[in-house]
């Protein structure tokens, strides 16, 4: 089907008190699982290309791209793509050529103002051009490259007044907040801070989103939904079930050669986690 904006995806999910999950995508085969997970679990998705995986797919953004929503229109699934965790202007304006309709700008590294300044002069460029742009205030630590961050330290998390303000000053369509998870845990075990996530949705006028997820106990991402996270970002929790699944393989036939031996369990293991995930975010009841 044809691919569905995030911002559809998302306000209709804020609307029915449930979450949308998206979902890291690297290689082809994480789209591909992605496409596969969502049918299986009868529910839209966002796929999503980070400035990470663009860097390493040499720096070019539109074959990547063109992969992602090439999956995305061939599925029965209603998917939406969208450009993470940029950080280069350059490659946040190669978004509109690259068929993107949505995309998290993160200046959240840099002191408050400027941060303030670089995401309103993101969402001027982006709204005239019908791009749904997403940013960050807080810091979500354990990202490739940065040092080492505690999610519980003081002053990582997000104020929420500071959010309010932050919102009005830069015009975003949705807030990543800071709220006790983390970049790149390969364990679910990030306890999150409800009470700030329920003050967090009184206090700004647009949708929440968790980065982060992959370390977030089910529990967790479901008392997070219910609280008013909306978007939920998962990323390494798919490269675990890839690479755990490679392993696997390789260990039983140590001699094979062919790829598709062993990408193919490895497509279905991330299948699996998507579904899984997926059916987190459905309405208590």
């Given at each position: 089907m044809p691919l569905v904006s995030t911002a559809e995806l998302v306000s209709t999910a804020a609307a029915e008190h449930r979450g949308v999950a998206a979902f890291n995508v690297i290689t082809l085969e994480h789209a591909e699982a992605i496409a596969a997970g969502a049918e299986q679990a009868g529910t839209p998705a966002i796929l999503q290309i980070s400035e990470n995986a663009v860097r390493f797919h040499g720096g070019g953004l539109l074959a990547i791209a063109a992969a992602a929503a090439a999956v995305a229109r061939a599925s029965s699934a209603p998917l939406a793509l969208h450009l993470d965790h940029v950080v280069s202007t350059g490659l946040l304006y190669a978004a509109a050529d690259a068929g993107f309709g949505s995309a998290m700008f993160d200046a959240s590294k840099l002191p408050y103002e400027e941060n303030v300044r670089a995401t309103a002069d993101a969402v001027r460029w982006g709204h005239e051009r019908g791009i749904w742009i997403e940013a960050e205030l807080g810091r979500v630590g354990g990202k490739e490259g940065e040092a080492p961050l505690d999610a519980h330290a003081p002053g990582v998390r997000t104020d929420p007044a500071e959010a309010a303000a932050y919102a009005a000053a830069t015009g975003v369509d949705a807030l990543a907040v800071a709220v006790g998870s983390a970049h790149a845990m390969t364990e679910r075990t990030a306890a999150l801070d409800?009470?700030?996530i329920?003050?967090?949705?009184d206090a700004v006028p647009v949708p929440l989103v968790l980065h982060g997820s992959s370390g977030v106990p089910d529990d967790e991402?479901?008392?997070?939904?219910?609280?008013?996270m909306v978007k939920i970002n998962v990323g390494t929790a798919l490269n675990s079930a890839f690479t755990g699944a490679v392993r696997s393989f390789l260990a039983n036939g140590p001699g094979v050669v062919d790829p598709r031996k062993y990408l193919a369990p490895a497509r279905d293991a991330m299948a699996a986690t998507v579904a899984g995930f997926l059916g987190l975010l459905r309405p208590a009841g």
């Open positions: 409800h009470a700030l329920a003050r967090l949705r991402i479901r008392a997070a939904v219910a609280a008013g």
